[in-house]
């Protein structure tokens, strides 16, 4: 077996014992990032080749001497490009970030070194992160890694392409409006949006208001999801708000079951989400797979105004995107004719924002937030598509129609990813299925209670052993 065939967790047994070297792990995966990057486009920047092979020559000598990094060691990593590695430029994907040098790492980058982890490069994303349709004018676009005439999603499309192309053998990504969830669910590999404050974002220009995106881990089996949050994850006194108490492992057993689980399947809230054909089945089907394990599955309504949700969340992303966009405008030279027209409408959008207007979106959200207690007193999961449409053309730059209906914001065809950011909760993008045409990867998305990562994982555990021949399918 090549060892880019290996998961995460396989590798680091293997390099821990010694039954291959991490020179070995990095020449093959560099041999297979040579062969196939330059189609897929998931890498960007990728370093120099005799340096990467240098410290897994470290690598070696260290577990020579006994020594081990953890987890990670050895093992090569890519940092999506939203996230600070010293050493790589954090573009943003934009032209006008491309020189920007960190002096530090992110924290959860510093965790996974820490680790042990070899950072080869960055993975590519949409511009500013905005859309879930990895394209941008410094790197180009990245395809699906079943299908290369569709676009992978994003924003953490670079990273899930990686995944499933094995050019990377775990990743890490982030989310905000899907953007971990989206491009799992598009490229059959897994996405986990950890609980607002799980993994504590650091260096941030404020560490009370801007919650709603949070980084968080990829894989292509749970358990690898699990091990690289258990490494990211963990309370640090720079962000206040990151969660103080909680598992610090959280990898579920090997036989975990979903015996007794009782789940909410939320579908298209009514009819309020436009669906192409095809995906609630897709869906169902993988409920079917959970129902035949012992969980018990029920139709379940929101409860909720959709309709305040959306306005009140458009106020907050405003809010939290306009400053980023901004300030990335206020370098010298930078041109509004620089930024992709759904940047700058952000933006101006957020200019126009008042105190009253944000404080009555909080409002909102909070009501929705104590909702949704009320619906964990008798579920224990919810379930929702991860997607509302099928992967799109690569020369598209978003649906502009879903089911007859016209979309009126650039990112309204990913509402339905916005219940689990805007409450805070965990949520997890698992393998479905795929279109009747073969190629298209389906995810169904599934939310746990408030810091309930550990259940939910648990709950992902016994999905994934209900369906391994899913799992093991490949591009």
Known sequence: ?????????????????????????MQAYLARIHAINPHANAIVNLAAEDDLLRQADERDAMLARGQSMGWLH????????????????????????????????SLYVARMKAAGCIVIGKTNMPEFGLGS?????????????????????GSSGGAAVALALRLLP??????????LRNPAGWNHVIGLRPSQGRVPGWPKADHFVSQLAT??????????????LSIQAG?????????????????????????GLRIGWLGDLG????????????CEQALQRLQGGGAVVEPTALGFDADALWQAWLRWRRALVAPGVAAALATPGARRDQVKPEALWEMDQGEGLGNQDFM?????????????????????LLALPVAQTWPFAIGETWPRRIAGRAMDTYHRWMEVTLYATFAGLPAISLPAGFHANGRWPCGIQLIGRPQGDAALLHAAQGYQNLAGELFAQRP
């Not at 090549?2 to 047994?13: C, K, Q, Y």
């Not at 349709?133 to 999603?153: I, K, M, Q, S």
């Not at 775990?170 to 953007?179: H, I, K, L, Q, T």
């Not at 968080?216 to 089996?221: I, V």
């Open 1 to 25: 077996m090549d060892l880019t065939d290996l998961d995460a967790h396989a590798l680091s047994t293997a390099i821990h014992a010694r039954q291959v070297s991490c020179r070995e792990v």
């Open 74 to 105: 050895g093992i090569p990593q890519a940092i999506k490009d939203t996230g600070q590695a010293t050493g790589f430029p954090t573009t943003f994907g934009s032209p006008l970030l491309q020189h920007a040098l960190p002096a530090v790492d």
């Open 133 to 153: 349709h990895t394209y941008n004018p410094l790197f180009g676009a990245t395809p699906n890694a079943w299908d290369e005439a569709v676009t992978c999603g």
């Open 170 to 179: 775990v990743a890490d990504g982030s989310d905000f409006m899907g953007s």
């Open 215 to 228: 980084d968080g881990p990829m894989g292509r089996t749970v358990r690898d999801v699990a091990q690289l």
């Open 235 to 259: 309370h640090d006194a720079r962000v206040p708000l990151s969660i103080a108490e909680g598992p610090r492992d959280f990898v579920p057993p090997a036989d975990a079951d979903v015996r």
């Open 271 to 282: 009819g309020h989400l436009p669906m192409e054909d095809g995906i609630l089945s897709v």
């Open 360 to 380: 009555q979106a909080a409002a909102v959200r909070s009501a929705f937030y104590q909702h949704l207690l009320g619906i964990f007193q008798r579920l224990d």
